[in-house]
């Protein structure tokens, strides 16, 4: 099993920028893919970006150019970074990862952006 834990999330003006944190208590460097997942109230949760070993990160479209994912070998830390967030991106957001067990879940994080 995998355990992941999140942090970061809080309260952001339109505009702004956060940054997610998704740490591993295994090294991300044996895992199939990592990425992100968001829900917001009332929808389904969809991708919001990802990668596997060998390959850069893919995003959605409705986060390219203003998301990016950045990994620490060292910490076991994945981190989603985010900038010019819209009242859009208001959602939990879950970091996942494919290993051969299955899929493990993080806790999830709230972000909100608000004025």
């Known amino acids: 099993q995998v355990q992941l834990v999140e942090s970061g999330g809080g309260l952001v003006q339109p505009g702004g920028s956060l940054r997610l944190s998704c740490a591993s208590s295994r090294s991300i460097a044996s895992f199939n893919a990592m990425g992100w997942y968001r829900q917001a109230p009332e929808k389904q949760r969809e991708l919001v970006g990802m990668f596997t070993p060998m390959s850069r990160s893919n995003f959605a479209d409705f986060v390219k150019g203003r998301f990016t994912i950045d990994r620490d070998y060292v910490r076991n830390t994945v981190y989603l970074q985010m900038n010019s967030l819209t009242l859009d991106d208001t959602a939990v957001y879950y970091c996942?990862?494919?290993?051969?067990?299955?899929?493990?879940w993080g806790q999830g994080t709230q972000v909100t952006v608000s004025s």
């Open positions: 996942f990862v494919d290993h051969q067990g299955g899929r493990s």
